[in-house]
């Protein structure tokens, strides 16, 4: 019987804990308090946004949304940054993405501060990744950091697992791939350049799909005989508005031993990253 890992219960079981952290920092006179600057008017971030914005207001933390405007100019963009990020009492910052085009090389990790970096994008936070600072003394990246969450709370073992991610990104494929690493993981890191990609999935134990295709992973990529565990990071929207993602679940949902769904699976969990990596930068400030 194939099992879906769902989200609910992992958030369920920490928000008290996550709670009680806000209220001994408020009871010393700190209200952790995220910063978020979204450009333009994407629909899908301003529904990311506000659901970041729900969620730490949930717990008692305070959240802005900062609105700038899609054509702003590249310089007026890193001037903005600068000064909004300076405001004291911001413990967390983040820079929404993707960004407009004129925006879009800018190495948005390297204009924040560090010690505000919630999204774990500064050079800095992801250098003590790549170090591997099993302290945690550092934001890590927020959907590597939901995923490894999500493996553990159901236990799902990672030390000397065959690891296939699918994806390359700076925000999910390269720090999870130190991350897995760190926590002994035999990890192979697929993009769209990798010569026979079936390969390295039919040999993995878990499989990690976060290239933005619209259910890419099928059976033909799987091994049954290995009880794999499937990972969607994938976001994406029919036409209808239904949502659904990388992995073709049903497709695949009968050939494996687990499985994310899409709502509902890692995404929540992205959020819960965010506000543990919000709540460590305020009590550093404590
Ligand atoms: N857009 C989609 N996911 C993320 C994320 O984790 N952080 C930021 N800043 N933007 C995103």
């Known amino acids: 019987m194939t099992r879906v890992l769902y989200a609910r219960p992992i958030k369920e ?10 209220q001994k920092l408020k009871s010393n006179g700190v209200t952790p308090w995220l910063r978020v ?30 609105h700038i405007e899609e054509d702003i100019t590249e310089q007026s963009f890193k001037a903005k940054i600068k000064s909004l990020s300076s405001e004291k009492g911001v413990h967390g910052f983040l820079i929404q993405l993707p960004l407009p085009k004129q925006l879009s090389h800018l190495d948005v990790g390297n204009l924040i501060p560090p010690s505000l970096d919630v999204d774990g994008l500064n050079s800095l936070n992801m250098g003590e990744l790549l170090k591997g600072d ?13 995923i490894v969450t999500l493996l553990d709370y159901y236990d799902i073992p990672i030390s000397g697992k065959n690891i296939c991610i699918i994806g390359r990104s700076l925000i999910v494929g390269k ?24 390969y390295h999935t039919s040999n ?41 993602g990388d992995v ?30 919000l709540l460590q930068a305020a009590e550093k400030t404590l």
Do not use: W
Not at 135 to 144: E, H, I, L, M, Q
Not at 186 to 198: D, I
Not at 258 to 275: D, E, K, M, N
């Open 37 to 66: 600057a979204l450009v333009g008017d994407d629909p899908a971030s301003q529904i990311y946004t506000k659901n970041k914005k729900k969620f730490i207001e949930g717990l008692g933390g305070k959240c802005d949304i900062v």
């Open 204 to 244: 993995a134990d878990i499989i990690i799909v976060a290239i933005g295709s619209p259910k890419f992973l099928k059976t033909h990529h799987l091994n049954p005989s290995k009880n794999q565990t499937i990972i969607d990071v994938g976001i994406n929207k029919s036409k209808e508005g239904k949502l659904f």
């Open 248 to 277: 073709d679940f049903e497709n695949v949902k009968e050939s494996v031993a687990a499985i994310t769904p899409v709502p509902g699976g890692v995404g929540p969990l992205t959020i819960l990253s965010l506000a543990q990596n």
């Open 134 to 146: 099993m302290k945690g003394n550092f934001s890590c990246a927020c959907t590597p950091k939901g």
């Open 13 to 22: 079981s920490l928000h008290l804990n996550l709670k009680s952290t806000v």
């Open 175 to 198: 720090p999870l791939s130190a991350l897995l690493t760190n926590r002994s993981g035999t990890v192979t890191l697929c993009h769209s350049k990798t010569e026979n990609l079936q």
